[in-house]
């Protein structure tokens, strides 16, 4: 009787090894099992497969002979290292990995570690995974994304010659054109089109094609427009303060429109007869998550008659259309200063 019952539990606890036995003869993934001298005391089918040896070549040889030549001493280190202080953790955090196969080969890799304490000391149960395919993708990754980045580039800069030549081709015209209202005219179409221009120039040349640095943007363009009106940089103060607002491009080129109209007009209406005073340009985060463009001036100030919501001019009314455009909300305070300021929400 009691026989019988012995017998049926060693069958129970050997079928219980045999299916361990199995688990980890068949996983999906090298197992390996080293002591602490670093010698292999077990290996698993996949393992043979992955490092092209026979189970019978690896026991007892040194675990370092699937490691590549110039990562085996770190290896041994390493070892002792994990010995000294042992527990459950990825291998190389933060490092690549490489296996050597006995044809010579090599192949990126992920390792688990477990030491496990046995009878005859503590072991170390390695799980390694090749991950080739995984860091080919990766690859190919990161090299589409550099190839759209490149294009992205491209096309910007290609936007930004295009309208250059628009700039040039209105220069032209201008030399055949005596009336000044005409001249002006064009002149003004000539700025708008270089605020356009500019504003590619600026994605061109910065690291991130979804956001215009408006800062460096406006560094160009104010200069530009002082010089394009002919007048003396030196009558006025003009302070750009943009320093944390990174637009996306959806926003940046009417933002750069609207202060073109914005700038344009402080420049040629604001002070006359030579006046000078302060231009104050700014583009900030709002509270709400969205961004504040204004441009004030300490000019004459907009005359009394001057129909904002009803402008005829072209100026205005590209203000008014441009804002609408990116959802925006223009205020506009007369005089002392003379300030237009528009609320837009932000997209990122
Ligand atoms: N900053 C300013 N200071 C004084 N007057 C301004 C200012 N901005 C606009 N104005 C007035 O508003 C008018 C309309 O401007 P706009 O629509 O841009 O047309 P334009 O500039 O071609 O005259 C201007 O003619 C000018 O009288
Ligand atoms: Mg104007």
Known sequence: MEDEFLERAEQALRKSEERFRRAVEYAPYAILMTNEAGRIEMVN???????????????????EVLVPQPLRVGHSAMRAGFFHEPQSRPMGAGRDLFGLRKDGGTFPVEIGLNPIETEEGMVVLAAVIDISDRKREEERIRDALKEKDLLLGEIHHRVKNNLQIIHSLLSLQTASVRDEVALGMLRESQNRVLSMALIHRTLYQSNDFAKVDFATFLDSLVPTLIGSYGIDSSRFAVSVDADDARLPINAAVPCGLIVNELISNTLKHGFPQGRGGKIDIRLANGKDGGAVLSVSDDGVGLPDNLDIDNSTTLGLQLVTLLADQIGGKLTIRRRDPTRFEIHFPMET
């Open 45 to 63: 089918a996949q393992a043979e497969r992955l490092f092209g040896y026979d189970r019978s070549e690896l026991l007892g040889q040194q675990v």
